[in-house]
């Protein structure tokens, strides 16, 4: 059997089907989270860098901004390892899956 017939089996097996929906809408989500964190933060820096520039307490050298920004970055490294987990153990067992199915189909 030819490898390409494998890979049409795998890509009309219903959880392949699956798999590419939901890791698409996953993507998409955290993707529009990131945008839109990233791109409010840099709105926030043309259109009101004051208030970015501001103390967190009286006397503080620790601006606003710096602590967003420091924020946004733990917080970005956080979903990458959620999404990575969730490859690593969803994603991946349902391609085994898949795989495993297409294997057995093609004996």
């Not at 699956?18 to 890791?23: I, T």
């Amino acid at each position: 059997m030819s490898s390409s017939a494998m890979y049409e089996r795998m890509r009309a097996n219903p959880k392949f089907q699956e798999l590419v929906a939901k890791r698409g809408r996953f993507a998409w989500t955290l993707a529009f989270i990131v945008l839109t964190m990233f791109y409010g933060f840099v709105m926030t820096v043309a259109f009101s860098p004051a208030s970015l520039g501001q103390p967190v307490s009286e006397g503080s050298r620790v601006t606003v901004g710096v602590v967003i920004e420091l924020f946004m970055f733990i917080f970005f490294w956080v979903l990458t390892a959620v999404y990575v987990r969730r490859a690593n153990t969803e994603f991946d067992a349902l391609t085994q899956e898949i795989i495993r199915d297409a294997w057995k189909e093609s004996k």
